[in-house]
């Protein structure tokens, strides 16, 4: 069964969130008091409808409590996207994501139980200075705000070790989920498998913990 999401503004973010949704075939429904918008992204989306998503009578009107995941992305109208986001927490949503505009915002966002706090500028501008810092990090994903999800190439300090041998999860706290090997890819790596140089390492741990592994290794 498909995955059912409503996205809330469909502005750069929330536009661009509706055609990645889109396209990974998903079932996705757009909102947007502006005409012109929903109009533009009717062609992604399962459905677009301009609606007023402050008001609780049209979000139960659209059927909110039916969708798995709600992202909730108005652009400068703070009030607008605490409102929603309470509204679909009570509504009974399983997840809210909710975009943020300032440290102020992020909050009222958590105070009021949205599942993930997004910035986008500030996401994106992490994972840059993550980069450009290592010669080892080729990517840096936050899952929460203590936990993220790491790519990291193996130095020839790895090369032919086990990963019995390497103690990724005792001496580092971190869980190795997967091995990148040119076009190969390693899931769930056993015991014995051997890191070559160059293997790009999918790595799960705490912030403070990938930055040690990552200083280690």
Known sequence: MKKQYVVFGLGRFGGSLVKALAETDAEVLAVDMDYDRVQEHSSYATQAVQANAIDETVLRQL???NF???FVSFGDNIEASILTSLML???GVPIVWSKSQSDYHTKVLEKIGVDRVIQPERDIARRIAKHVV???LIDFIELSRHYSMAEIIASEKLHGKTLTQLHFRSKYRC???GIQRGEEVIIAPTAD???QKGDILFIIGQNS???RLEEGV
Do not use: F, M, P
Request: hydrophobic residues 45%.
């Open 63 to 65: 059927g909110v409590n």
């Open 68 to 70: 798995d995941h709600a």
């Open 89 to 91: 927490k009570e509504l």
């Open 134 to 136: 290592s010669d080892k």
């Open 175 to 177: 869980i190795l989920i």
């Open 193 to 195: 498998v051997r890191i």
């Open 209 to 211: 913990d990938i930055e």
